[in-house]
Protein backbone atom coordinates (compact mmCIF):
# COMPACT_ATOMS: atom_id res chain seq x y z
CA UNK A 1 0.00 0.00 0.00
CA UNK A 2 1.16 3.33 -0.52
CA UNK A 3 -0.79 6.26 -0.39
CA UNK A 4 -4.18 6.09 2.05
CA UNK A 5 -6.10 8.52 2.63
CA UNK A 6 -9.13 8.34 5.24
CA UNK A 7 -12.40 10.26 5.86
CA UNK A 8 -10.76 13.56 4.81
CA UNK A 9 -12.48 16.93 5.45
CA UNK A 10 -10.68 19.88 4.39
CA UNK A 11 -12.02 23.59 4.06
CA UNK A 12 -10.32 27.08 2.15
CA UNK A 13 -11.30 29.13 4.61
CA UNK A 14 -14.61 28.80 5.82
CA UNK A 15 -15.99 26.82 3.13
CA UNK A 16 -15.72 23.17 3.47
CA UNK A 17 -14.52 21.59 -0.11
CA UNK A 18 -13.67 18.18 0.50
CA UNK A 19 -16.09 15.73 2.55
CA UNK A 20 -15.40 12.37 3.92
CA UNK A 21 -13.02 11.71 1.21
CA UNK A 22 -11.14 8.51 1.10
CA UNK A 23 -9.28 6.41 -1.28
CA UNK A 24 -5.93 4.61 -1.58
CA UNK A 25 -3.30 4.37 -4.29
CA UNK A 26 -1.47 1.00 -4.20
CA UNK A 27 2.21 0.68 -4.80
CA UNK A 28 3.24 0.79 -8.66
CA UNK A 29 -0.33 1.58 -9.57
CA UNK A 30 -2.10 4.72 -11.18
CA UNK A 31 -5.04 5.54 -10.10
CA UNK A 32 -7.14 8.41 -11.40
CA UNK A 33 -9.52 10.81 -9.54
CA UNK A 34 -11.56 12.74 -12.22
CA UNK A 35 -14.11 15.65 -11.38
CA UNK A 36 -15.70 19.26 -13.17
CA UNK A 37 -14.26 22.64 -11.93
CA UNK A 38 -14.74 23.17 -8.45
CA UNK A 39 -15.14 19.56 -7.15
CA UNK A 40 -11.94 20.04 -5.00
CA UNK A 41 -9.50 18.21 -6.88
CA UNK A 42 -6.58 21.06 -6.53
CA UNK A 43 -7.53 21.46 -2.80
CA UNK A 44 -7.06 17.32 -2.57
CA UNK A 45 -3.63 17.80 -4.28
CA UNK A 46 -2.49 20.82 -2.06
CA UNK A 47 -3.69 18.73 0.82
CA UNK A 48 -1.38 15.59 0.57
CA UNK A 49 1.55 17.59 -0.22
CA UNK A 50 1.00 19.02 2.56
CA UNK A 51 0.01 22.94 1.39
CA UNK A 52 -3.37 23.03 3.20
CA UNK A 53 -4.01 21.15 6.52
CA UNK A 54 -7.19 19.09 7.09
CA UNK A 55 -10.09 19.55 9.01
CA UNK A 56 -9.69 15.68 10.13
CA UNK A 57 -9.02 12.43 8.42
CA UNK A 58 -5.94 10.97 7.71
CA UNK A 59 -3.30 10.49 5.20
CA UNK A 60 -0.87 7.44 5.25
CA UNK A 61 1.61 7.17 2.79
CA UNK A 62 4.01 3.52 3.46
CA UNK A 63 1.95 3.39 6.82
CA UNK A 64 3.38 6.41 7.69
CA UNK A 65 0.59 9.19 9.22
CA UNK A 66 1.89 12.14 7.48
CA UNK A 67 -1.85 13.88 8.06
CA UNK A 68 -0.83 17.81 8.36
CA UNK A 69 2.59 17.73 7.40
CA UNK A 70 4.52 20.87 6.38
CA UNK A 71 5.25 20.29 2.62
CA UNK A 72 9.23 20.11 2.78
CA UNK A 73 8.72 16.94 4.83
CA UNK A 74 6.53 15.01 2.73
CA UNK A 75 8.43 15.99 -0.28
CA UNK A 76 11.69 13.91 1.50
CA UNK A 77 9.44 11.38 1.91
CA UNK A 78 8.93 10.70 -1.61
CA UNK A 79 5.87 12.33 -2.45
CA UNK A 80 6.56 14.89 -5.96
CA UNK A 81 3.89 16.87 -7.23
CA UNK A 82 3.42 18.49 -10.21
CA UNK A 83 1.02 21.49 -9.42
CA UNK A 84 -2.08 23.65 -11.12
CA UNK A 85 -0.77 25.36 -13.14
CA UNK A 86 2.63 24.34 -13.43
CA UNK A 87 3.76 26.43 -10.59
CA UNK A 88 7.46 27.03 -12.11
CA UNK A 89 9.63 29.82 -11.07
CA UNK A 90 9.32 32.34 -13.90
CA UNK A 91 12.43 34.23 -13.57
CA UNK A 92 14.74 31.46 -13.13
CA UNK A 93 16.54 29.35 -15.78
CA UNK A 94 14.98 26.11 -17.24
CA UNK A 95 18.21 24.87 -15.31
CA UNK A 96 17.71 26.47 -12.30
CA UNK A 97 14.51 25.19 -11.89
CA UNK A 98 15.36 21.60 -12.26
CA UNK A 99 18.21 22.50 -9.41
CA UNK A 100 15.33 23.15 -7.38
CA UNK A 101 13.78 19.86 -8.01
CA UNK A 102 16.93 18.11 -6.61
CA UNK A 103 16.66 20.68 -3.72
CA UNK A 104 16.63 17.64 -0.88
CA UNK A 105 18.92 15.36 -3.11
CA UNK A 106 22.58 15.91 -1.57
CA UNK A 107 24.46 13.19 -3.74
CA UNK A 108 26.10 15.25 -6.83
CA UNK A 109 26.59 12.00 -8.86
CA UNK A 110 22.60 10.97 -8.31
CA UNK A 111 21.99 14.32 -9.28
CA UNK A 112 23.79 13.90 -12.60
CA UNK A 113 21.98 10.55 -13.59
CA UNK A 114 18.97 11.69 -13.05
CA UNK A 115 19.68 15.01 -15.73
CA UNK A 116 20.62 12.57 -17.92
CA UNK A 117 17.27 10.68 -17.60
CA UNK A 118 15.75 14.23 -18.14
CA UNK A 119 17.35 14.83 -21.10
CA UNK A 120 16.49 12.18 -22.55
CA UNK A 121 12.77 12.23 -21.63
CA UNK A 122 12.68 15.90 -22.93
CA UNK A 123 15.39 16.60 -25.25
CA UNK A 124 13.60 20.16 -25.80
CA UNK A 125 14.62 20.93 -22.15
CA UNK A 126 18.16 20.74 -22.82
CA UNK A 127 18.00 23.37 -25.51
CA UNK A 128 16.07 25.81 -23.48
CA UNK A 129 18.43 25.25 -20.59
CA UNK A 130 19.81 28.75 -19.78
CA UNK A 131 16.27 30.43 -20.94
CA UNK A 132 13.89 31.94 -18.56
CA UNK A 133 11.03 29.46 -17.12
CA UNK A 134 8.41 32.06 -17.56
CA UNK A 135 9.26 32.38 -21.68
CA UNK A 136 8.36 28.54 -22.31
CA UNK A 137 5.30 27.95 -24.04
CA UNK A 138 2.42 25.68 -22.33
CA UNK A 139 3.80 22.45 -23.56
CA UNK A 140 7.49 23.06 -22.35
CA UNK A 141 6.72 24.67 -19.07
CA UNK A 142 4.36 21.46 -18.31
CA UNK A 143 7.13 19.41 -19.48
CA UNK A 144 10.00 21.43 -17.01
CA UNK A 145 7.40 20.93 -14.36
CA UNK A 146 6.87 17.22 -14.70
CA UNK A 147 11.08 17.17 -15.21
CA UNK A 148 11.23 19.27 -11.94
CA UNK A 149 8.74 16.79 -10.22
CA UNK A 150 10.88 13.86 -11.20
CA UNK A 151 14.61 15.90 -10.02
CA UNK A 152 14.27 14.23 -6.62
CA UNK A 153 13.91 10.57 -7.74
CA UNK A 154 10.22 10.30 -6.30
CA UNK A 155 8.42 7.14 -5.61
CA UNK A 156 5.32 8.73 -5.89
CA UNK A 157 3.87 11.56 -8.25
CA UNK A 158 0.94 14.10 -7.72
CA UNK A 159 -0.29 15.54 -11.04
CA UNK A 160 -2.79 18.26 -10.86
CA UNK A 161 -5.04 18.45 -13.97
CA UNK A 162 -0.93 17.99 -16.22
CA UNK A 163 -3.05 18.79 -19.60
CA UNK A 164 -4.77 21.82 -18.51
CA UNK A 165 -4.72 24.43 -21.19
CA UNK A 166 -2.61 22.31 -24.04
CA UNK A 167 -3.29 22.08 -27.56
CA UNK A 168 -4.65 18.40 -27.90
CA UNK A 169 -1.46 17.40 -29.50
CA UNK A 170 0.90 17.96 -26.42
CA UNK A 171 -2.04 16.77 -24.14
CA UNK A 172 -1.41 13.16 -25.88
CA UNK A 173 2.23 14.03 -25.51
CA UNK A 174 1.97 14.43 -21.96
CA UNK A 175 -0.03 11.40 -21.02
CA UNK A 176 2.34 9.55 -23.27
CA UNK A 177 5.14 10.58 -20.63
CA UNK A 178 2.86 9.50 -17.69
CA UNK A 179 2.47 6.47 -19.18
CA UNK A 180 6.26 6.11 -19.34
CA UNK A 181 6.78 6.97 -15.78
CA UNK A 182 4.18 4.77 -14.91
CA UNK A 183 6.15 1.76 -16.68
CA UNK A 184 9.48 2.84 -14.82
CA UNK A 185 7.24 1.64 -11.49
CA UNK A 186 6.69 5.36 -10.25
CA UNK A 187 3.26 5.19 -8.34
CA UNK A 188 1.00 8.05 -10.06
CA UNK A 189 -2.36 9.68 -8.20
CA UNK A 190 -3.78 11.21 -11.40
CA UNK A 191 -6.30 14.08 -11.03
CA UNK A 192 -7.65 15.42 -14.67
CA UNK A 193 -10.44 16.10 -16.37
CA UNK A 194 -9.64 15.05 -19.57
CA UNK A 195 -11.75 11.89 -18.74
CA UNK A 196 -10.96 9.86 -21.39
CA UNK A 197 -7.09 9.80 -20.98
CA UNK A 198 -7.45 9.49 -17.22
CA UNK A 199 -9.43 6.24 -17.64
CA UNK A 200 -7.47 4.87 -20.09
CA UNK A 201 -4.32 5.06 -18.09
CA UNK A 202 -5.97 4.54 -14.53
CA UNK A 203 -5.33 1.07 -12.95
CA UNK A 204 -8.22 2.21 -10.53
CA UNK A 205 -10.45 5.64 -10.67
CA UNK A 206 -12.48 7.61 -8.58
CA UNK A 207 -14.94 10.20 -9.75
CA UNK A 208 -15.21 13.64 -7.26
CA UNK A 209 -18.02 15.69 -7.59
CA UNK A 210 -19.08 18.97 -4.97
CA UNK A 211 -15.98 17.28 -2.97
CA UNK A 212 -17.28 13.75 -2.23
CA UNK A 213 -16.60 10.92 -3.99
CA UNK A 214 -19.71 9.60 -5.66
CA UNK A 215 -18.42 6.68 -7.93
CA UNK A 216 -15.27 4.65 -8.21
CA UNK A 217 -14.29 1.00 -10.37
CA UNK A 218 -11.15 0.31 -12.64
CA UNK A 219 -10.67 2.72 -15.36
CA UNK A 220 -12.13 0.58 -18.31
CA UNK A 221 -15.32 -0.27 -16.28
CA UNK A 222 -16.19 3.32 -15.70
CA UNK A 223 -15.48 4.40 -19.34
CA UNK A 224 -18.43 1.95 -20.09
CA UNK A 225 -20.61 4.11 -16.76
CA UNK A 226 -23.91 5.13 -17.82
CA UNK A 227 -23.55 8.23 -15.62
CA UNK A 228 -20.00 9.03 -16.82
CA UNK A 229 -20.90 8.93 -20.22
CA UNK A 230 -23.75 11.27 -20.26
CA UNK A 231 -22.40 13.67 -17.91
CA UNK A 232 -18.65 13.70 -18.62
CA UNK A 233 -18.14 12.09 -22.26
CA UNK A 234 -21.37 13.19 -23.57
CA UNK A 235 -21.90 9.99 -25.44
CA UNK B 1 29.74 78.34 -12.82
CA UNK B 2 28.63 74.81 -14.62
CA UNK B 3 32.44 74.01 -14.93
CA UNK B 4 33.36 70.83 -16.56
CA UNK B 5 35.39 70.01 -13.31
CA UNK B 6 32.78 70.81 -11.03
CA UNK B 7 30.19 68.48 -13.22
CA UNK B 8 33.16 65.66 -13.14
CA UNK B 9 33.56 66.57 -9.42
CA UNK B 10 29.83 65.61 -8.62
CA UNK B 11 29.20 63.22 -10.94
CA UNK B 12 32.39 61.10 -9.24
CA UNK B 13 30.67 61.99 -5.68
CA UNK B 14 27.15 60.59 -6.67
CA UNK B 15 29.17 57.30 -7.68
CA UNK B 16 30.54 57.24 -4.30
CA UNK B 17 27.60 58.34 -2.58
CA UNK B 18 25.38 56.04 -4.61
CA UNK B 19 27.05 52.89 -4.26
CA UNK B 20 27.14 53.08 -0.81
CA UNK B 21 23.03 53.53 -0.58
CA UNK B 22 22.40 50.81 -2.69
CA UNK B 23 24.02 49.04 0.41
CA UNK B 24 21.93 50.47 2.66
CA UNK B 25 19.39 49.31 0.22
CA UNK B 26 20.02 45.94 -0.80
CA UNK B 27 19.14 44.05 2.48
CA UNK B 28 15.66 45.67 2.27
CA UNK B 29 14.49 44.75 -1.50
CA UNK B 30 15.68 40.94 -0.14
CA UNK B 31 13.22 40.97 2.48
CA UNK B 32 11.09 42.45 0.49
CA UNK B 33 11.52 40.16 -2.36
CA UNK B 34 12.10 37.01 -0.96
CA UNK B 35 10.28 37.09 2.82
CA UNK B 36 7.15 38.89 1.18
CA UNK B 37 7.65 41.51 3.70
CA UNK B 38 7.23 45.31 3.53
CA UNK B 39 9.59 46.31 6.38
CA UNK B 40 8.80 49.98 7.32
CA UNK B 41 11.41 49.87 9.80
CA UNK B 42 14.19 49.63 7.59
CA UNK B 43 15.73 52.96 7.89
CA UNK B 44 15.80 52.84 11.27
CA UNK B 45 17.98 49.38 11.30
CA UNK B 46 20.54 51.47 9.42
CA UNK B 47 20.13 54.36 12.08
CA UNK B 48 20.55 51.59 14.81
CA UNK B 49 23.58 50.09 13.10
CA UNK B 50 25.61 53.91 12.81
CA UNK B 51 24.71 54.42 16.70
CA UNK B 52 26.07 50.56 16.98
CA UNK B 53 29.04 51.59 14.80
CA UNK B 54 29.93 55.11 16.99
CA UNK B 55 29.34 52.51 20.19
CA UNK B 56 32.01 50.25 19.29
CA UNK B 57 34.40 53.19 17.71
CA UNK B 58 33.86 55.06 21.33
CA UNK B 59 34.40 52.25 23.47
CA UNK B 60 36.91 50.14 21.50
CA UNK B 61 38.88 52.64 20.06
CA UNK B 62 37.79 51.01 15.96
CA UNK B 63 38.36 52.80 13.46
CA UNK B 64 34.41 52.98 11.98
CA UNK B 65 35.16 51.22 8.81
CA UNK B 66 36.33 48.28 10.71
CA UNK B 67 33.25 48.10 12.99
CA UNK B 68 31.19 46.07 10.92
CA UNK B 69 33.27 42.99 11.82
CA UNK B 70 31.84 42.96 14.96
CA UNK B 71 28.50 44.62 13.98
CA UNK B 72 27.60 42.16 10.96
CA UNK B 73 27.20 39.07 13.34
CA UNK B 74 25.61 40.74 15.80
CA UNK B 75 23.00 42.43 13.07
CA UNK B 76 23.26 39.13 11.59
CA UNK B 77 21.97 37.29 14.54
CA UNK B 78 19.12 40.73 15.28
CA UNK B 79 17.82 39.83 12.30
CA UNK B 80 17.29 36.11 13.25
CA UNK B 81 15.70 37.44 16.71
CA UNK B 82 13.29 39.75 14.64
CA UNK B 83 12.53 36.97 12.17
CA UNK B 84 11.26 34.60 14.81
CA UNK B 85 9.74 37.30 17.16
CA UNK B 86 8.16 39.58 14.53
CA UNK B 87 8.22 39.06 10.93
CA UNK B 88 7.45 35.24 11.12
CA UNK B 89 4.02 36.20 12.57
CA UNK B 90 3.03 38.90 9.61
CA UNK B 91 4.53 36.91 6.54
CA UNK B 92 0.81 35.88 5.24
CA UNK B 93 -0.87 39.00 6.64
CA UNK B 94 -2.05 41.48 3.92
CA UNK B 95 0.59 44.93 2.97
CA UNK B 96 -1.15 47.11 6.02
CA UNK B 97 -0.79 44.93 8.86
CA UNK B 98 2.77 44.43 7.98
CA UNK B 99 2.94 48.54 7.75
CA UNK B 100 1.63 48.78 10.89
CA UNK B 101 3.54 46.47 12.99
CA UNK B 102 6.93 47.29 11.39
CA UNK B 103 5.74 51.07 12.15
CA UNK B 104 5.59 49.85 15.33
CA UNK B 105 9.11 48.53 15.04
CA UNK B 106 10.44 52.15 13.77
CA UNK B 107 8.61 54.29 17.17
CA UNK B 108 10.47 51.22 18.77
CA UNK B 109 13.70 51.89 17.73
CA UNK B 110 13.37 55.55 17.53
CA UNK B 111 12.85 56.30 20.91
CA UNK B 112 14.86 53.54 21.96
CA UNK B 113 17.88 55.16 20.29
CA UNK B 114 16.50 58.58 22.04
CA UNK B 115 16.67 56.73 25.57
CA UNK B 116 20.30 55.88 24.89
CA UNK B 117 22.02 58.29 22.94
CA UNK B 118 20.08 61.15 23.10
CA UNK B 119 19.03 63.61 20.74
CA UNK B 120 21.90 65.76 19.38
CA UNK B 121 23.64 64.35 16.17
CA UNK B 122 27.00 61.66 16.62
CA UNK B 123 29.94 61.50 14.92
CA UNK B 124 32.85 59.40 15.43
CA UNK B 125 35.77 61.28 16.65
CA UNK B 126 37.98 59.93 13.80
CA UNK B 127 38.51 57.58 11.02
CA UNK B 128 42.07 56.54 9.33
CA UNK B 129 40.02 57.44 6.24
CA UNK B 130 39.12 61.01 6.93
CA UNK B 131 41.96 62.53 3.87
CA UNK B 132 41.60 62.85 -0.13
CA UNK B 133 42.93 61.31 -3.21
CA UNK B 134 43.83 64.36 -5.72
CA UNK B 135 43.06 63.82 -9.30
CA UNK B 136 44.03 66.79 -10.44
CA UNK B 137 41.63 69.22 -9.60
CA UNK B 138 39.02 66.30 -8.56
CA UNK B 139 38.52 65.23 -4.54
CA UNK B 140 37.78 61.43 -4.28
CA UNK B 141 37.21 61.07 -0.34
CA UNK B 142 39.33 57.68 1.09
CA UNK B 143 36.32 56.95 3.27
CA UNK B 144 33.92 56.84 0.47
CA UNK B 145 36.22 55.28 -1.72
CA UNK B 146 36.37 52.33 0.16
CA UNK B 147 32.74 52.08 1.40
CA UNK B 148 32.07 51.86 -2.64
CA UNK B 149 34.38 48.80 -2.66
CA UNK B 150 33.30 47.50 0.14
CA UNK B 151 29.51 48.09 -1.30
CA UNK B 152 30.52 46.72 -4.73
CA UNK B 153 32.37 43.78 -3.21
CA UNK B 154 29.44 42.88 -1.09
CA UNK B 155 27.25 42.86 -4.14
CA UNK B 156 29.40 40.85 -6.30
CA UNK B 157 29.77 37.92 -3.57
CA UNK B 158 25.95 38.14 -3.04
CA UNK B 159 25.27 38.02 -7.00
CA UNK B 160 27.49 34.93 -7.19
CA UNK B 161 25.42 33.73 -4.02
CA UNK B 162 22.25 33.89 -5.04
CA UNK B 163 22.94 32.79 -8.57
CA UNK B 164 25.45 29.54 -7.90
CA UNK B 165 24.49 27.95 -5.13
CA UNK B 166 21.72 26.43 -4.07
CA UNK B 167 20.87 27.97 -1.11
CA UNK B 168 20.79 31.28 -3.49
CA UNK B 169 18.49 30.03 -5.82
CA UNK B 170 16.28 28.65 -3.45
CA UNK B 171 15.95 32.29 -2.45
CA UNK B 172 15.12 33.33 -5.91
CA UNK B 173 12.75 30.51 -5.96
CA UNK B 174 11.22 31.56 -2.96
CA UNK B 175 10.37 35.06 -4.40
CA UNK B 176 9.01 33.59 -7.72
CA UNK B 177 6.59 31.27 -6.00
CA UNK B 178 6.55 30.66 -2.41
CA UNK B 179 4.01 27.13 -2.41
CA UNK B 180 6.44 25.71 -5.31
CA UNK B 181 9.51 26.14 -3.25
CA UNK B 182 7.81 24.54 -0.32
CA UNK B 183 6.68 21.81 -2.52
CA UNK B 184 10.41 21.35 -3.46
CA UNK B 185 11.11 20.36 -0.42
CA UNK B 186 12.86 24.45 0.89
CA UNK B 187 11.84 24.78 4.52
CA UNK B 188 10.64 28.58 4.06
CA UNK B 189 10.46 29.32 7.78
CA UNK B 190 14.48 28.84 8.14
CA UNK B 191 15.15 30.27 4.25
CA UNK B 192 13.26 33.23 5.45
CA UNK B 193 14.92 33.85 8.42
CA UNK B 194 18.29 33.24 6.89
CA UNK B 195 17.78 35.83 4.07
CA UNK B 196 16.24 38.47 7.15
CA UNK B 197 19.86 37.59 9.26
CA UNK B 198 21.33 38.38 5.19
CA UNK B 199 19.38 41.59 5.17
CA UNK B 200 19.24 43.20 8.48
CA UNK B 201 23.24 41.92 8.97
CA UNK B 202 24.48 43.63 5.53
CA UNK B 203 23.00 46.57 7.13
CA UNK B 204 25.47 46.87 9.57
CA UNK B 205 28.33 47.08 6.93
CA UNK B 206 26.48 50.29 5.36
CA UNK B 207 25.66 51.53 8.86
CA UNK B 208 29.54 51.53 9.42
CA UNK B 209 30.57 53.45 6.12
CA UNK B 210 28.10 56.03 6.21
CA UNK B 211 29.27 57.13 10.11
CA UNK B 212 32.52 57.45 8.49
CA UNK B 213 30.69 60.48 6.79
CA UNK B 214 27.50 61.18 7.90
CA UNK B 215 26.60 61.88 12.20
CA UNK B 216 24.02 60.35 13.20
CA UNK B 217 20.63 61.30 15.12
CA UNK B 218 17.66 59.61 16.35
CA UNK B 219 15.77 60.90 13.15
CA UNK B 220 17.98 59.38 10.86
CA UNK B 221 15.94 56.43 9.81
CA UNK B 222 13.37 58.92 8.61
CA UNK B 223 15.72 60.23 5.70
CA UNK B 224 17.35 56.77 4.77
CA UNK B 225 13.73 54.86 5.20
CA UNK B 226 12.56 57.30 2.69
CA UNK B 227 15.90 56.86 0.64
CA UNK B 228 15.86 52.93 0.67
CA UNK B 229 12.52 52.18 -0.30
CA UNK B 230 12.96 54.81 -3.42
CA UNK B 231 16.02 52.66 -4.33
CA UNK B 232 14.02 49.46 -4.28
CA UNK B 233 11.14 51.15 -5.88
CA UNK B 234 13.04 52.46 -8.75
CA UNK B 235 14.85 49.14 -9.16
CA UNK B 236 11.99 46.70 -8.98
CA UNK B 237 11.94 42.96 -8.39
CA UNK B 238 14.39 41.68 -10.41
CA UNK B 239 18.49 41.28 -9.65
CA UNK B 240 20.89 42.94 -6.95
CA UNK B 241 22.28 44.78 -10.54
CA UNK B 242 19.32 47.01 -10.52
CA UNK B 243 19.37 47.90 -7.10
CA UNK B 244 23.29 48.88 -7.31
CA UNK B 245 22.09 51.05 -10.43
CA UNK B 246 19.20 52.52 -8.94
CA UNK B 247 21.34 53.65 -5.58
CA UNK B 248 23.99 55.51 -7.76
CA UNK B 249 20.96 57.69 -9.76
CA UNK B 250 20.35 58.70 -6.13
CA UNK B 251 23.60 59.16 -5.42
CA UNK B 252 24.25 61.60 -8.17
CA UNK B 253 20.43 63.39 -7.46
CA UNK B 254 21.91 63.43 -4.24
CA UNK B 255 25.03 64.97 -4.89
CA UNK B 256 23.95 67.26 -8.10
CA UNK B 257 20.89 68.99 -5.66
CA UNK B 258 23.50 69.65 -2.85
CA UNK B 259 25.98 71.07 -5.16
CA UNK B 260 24.06 73.33 -7.55
CA UNK B 261 20.97 74.07 -5.23
CA UNK B 262 21.21 73.48 -1.48
CA UNK B 263 22.37 70.46 0.63
CA UNK B 264 19.21 70.73 2.36
CA UNK B 265 16.89 70.11 -0.60
CA UNK B 266 18.21 66.85 -0.85
CA UNK B 267 14.99 65.24 0.59
CA UNK B 268 12.88 67.05 -1.95
CA UNK B 269 15.14 65.65 -4.82
CA UNK B 270 14.41 61.94 -3.35
CA UNK B 271 10.73 62.87 -2.72
CA UNK B 272 10.20 64.12 -6.47
CA UNK B 273 12.15 61.45 -7.99
CA UNK B 274 10.39 58.50 -5.36
CA UNK B 275 6.73 60.57 -6.59
CA UNK B 276 7.70 61.22 -10.43
CA UNK B 277 8.84 57.22 -10.48
CA UNK B 278 5.19 55.75 -8.69
CA UNK B 279 3.66 57.89 -11.45
CA UNK B 280 5.50 56.82 -14.54
CA UNK B 281 7.16 53.19 -13.26
CA UNK B 282 5.56 51.68 -10.61
CA UNK B 283 7.07 48.52 -11.62
CA UNK B 284 10.80 49.96 -11.59
CA UNK B 285 13.34 50.99 -13.80
CA UNK B 286 15.15 47.51 -13.95
CA UNK B 287 12.10 45.20 -12.84
CA UNK B 288 10.37 42.18 -13.97
CA UNK B 289 7.58 41.81 -11.70
Known amino acids: MSLRVEELNVAYGKVQVLWDVSFKVEGGSLVSIIGPNGAGKTTLIKTISGLLRPLSGKI ?22 VPEGRGLFPNL ?69 PSLGLAPMIVEKIFEVIKTLKQRGITILLVEQHVQHALELADYAYILENGRIVLEGRGEELLENPHLKKHYLGL | MLSPTLLLQNLIFGVLLGSIYALAAIGLSLIFGVVNLTNFAHGDFIMLAMY ?15 TPIIGFPVFFLLGIAVYLAIFHKIIRAPPL ?69 KTGIAMRAL ?3 LDSAALMGVNVRNLNMLTCALGIGIVALAGGILLTFQ ?30 LSGIIFGLADAFTAAFWDPRAREITIYILFILLLWFRPKGLFGRR
Open chain 1, 93 to 161: TVKENLIMGSYTIKDQQRIEKTFKFIHQLFPILSEREQQLAGSLSGGEAQMLSIARALMSEPKMLLFDE
Open chain 2, 52 to 66: ISYFLGVSLKLDPIL
Open chain 2, 97 to 165: SQIAVTVGLLVLLRNFALAVWHAEPKSIPRTLLGYSYRLGSILIPADRLTGMLISIATFLILHLFLTKT
Open chain 2, 175 to 177: ADN
Open chain 2, 215 to 244: PVNPMTGLIYGLLTWSIVAMAGLGGVSGIL
Open chain 1, 60 to 81: LFEDQDITGRPPHTIKKLGIST
